[in-house]
T-cell receptor, first 114, second 110 residues
Framework: DTGVSQNPRHKITKRGQNVTFRCDPISEHNRLYWYRQTLGQGPEFLTYFQNEAQLEKSRLLSDRFSAERPKGSFSTLEIQRTEQGDSAMYLC????????????FGPGTRLTVT | KNEVEQSPQNLTAQEGEFITINCSYSVGISALHWLQQHPGGGIVSLFMLSSGKKKHGRLIATINIQEKHSSLHITASHPRDSAVYICTVYVPGSQGNLIFGKGTKLSVKP
């Protein structure tokens, strides 16, 4: 399977704990995006990378969230000191380039903070 | 007002019915993308279009740039079409270049 993969698929954590998610994009894709989706809503943009450079971060992203793409391939999204409001589906997508390049989505990681 | 509005929010149909989901947007776009999201969260790309009409199997997508409107049609609907359909627009200069609609939840009953 050469699509976008995400791990883990589900994560349950207690409030205050740190969590890290991983996204492996399609191999030749330069752009990698992170989105968050809460129940009944469309995805919201969090951040994106062009190769290893983080080019944009959402105004919604608090300083508890950090993302990396150290070698321009896979990416990690870490949430520190999780809060119940962080419970959501975290989606990763990749595209060949920016602009009109179609984004391909991974299956998502569902986070539940208890 | 959201920049991307979808209607209806929820839709229940009987198997075999013709289904239309609408998307209106208020910003200048370079393309529009219809996505399908099944329970469990995985998102599948259906169509990406910037003009006219595209067809794939029982699915048809149209876009009218002047009216800032797109429709997704499903002919001969089937229970496996049950999913959330999300309209997404590409807006150069916006955060992440994509603005998402809230989705239309479709349930097709046998």
């Amino acid at each position: 399977d050469t699509g976008v993969s995400q791990n883990p698929r589900h994560k349950i954590t207690k409030r205050g704990q740190n969590v890290t998610f991983r996204c492996d994009p399609i191999s030749e894709h330069n752009r990698l995006y992170w989105y968050r989706q809460t129940l009944g809503q469309g995805p919201e943009f969090l951040t994106y990378f062009q190769n290893e450079a983080q080019l944009e971060k959402s105004r919604l992203l608090s300083d508890r969230f950090s993302a990396e793409r150290p070698k321009g391939s896979f990416s990690t999204l870490e949430i520190q000191r999780t809060e119940q409001g962080d419970s959501a589906m975290y989606l990763c997508a990749s595209s060949l380039d920016g602009g009109l390049s179609e984004q391909y989505f991974g299956p998502g990681t569902r986070l539940t903070v208890t | 007002k959201n920049e991307v509005e979808q209607s209806p929010q929820n839709l229940t149909a009987q198997e075999g019915e013709f289904i239309t989901i609408n998307c209106s947007y208020s910003v200048g776009i370079s393309a529009l993308h219809w996505l399908q999201q099944h329970p469990g969260g995985g998102i599948v790309s259906l169509f990406m279009l910037s003009s006219g009409k595209k067809k794939h199997g029982r699915l048809i997508a149209t876009i009218n740039i002047q009216e800032k409107h797109s429709s997704l049609h499903i002919t001969a609907s089937h229970p496996r079409d049950s999913a959330v359909y999300i309209c997404t627009v590409y807006v150069p200069g916006s955060q992440g270049n994509l603005i998402f609609g809230k989705g239309t939840k479709l349930s097709v009953k046998p």
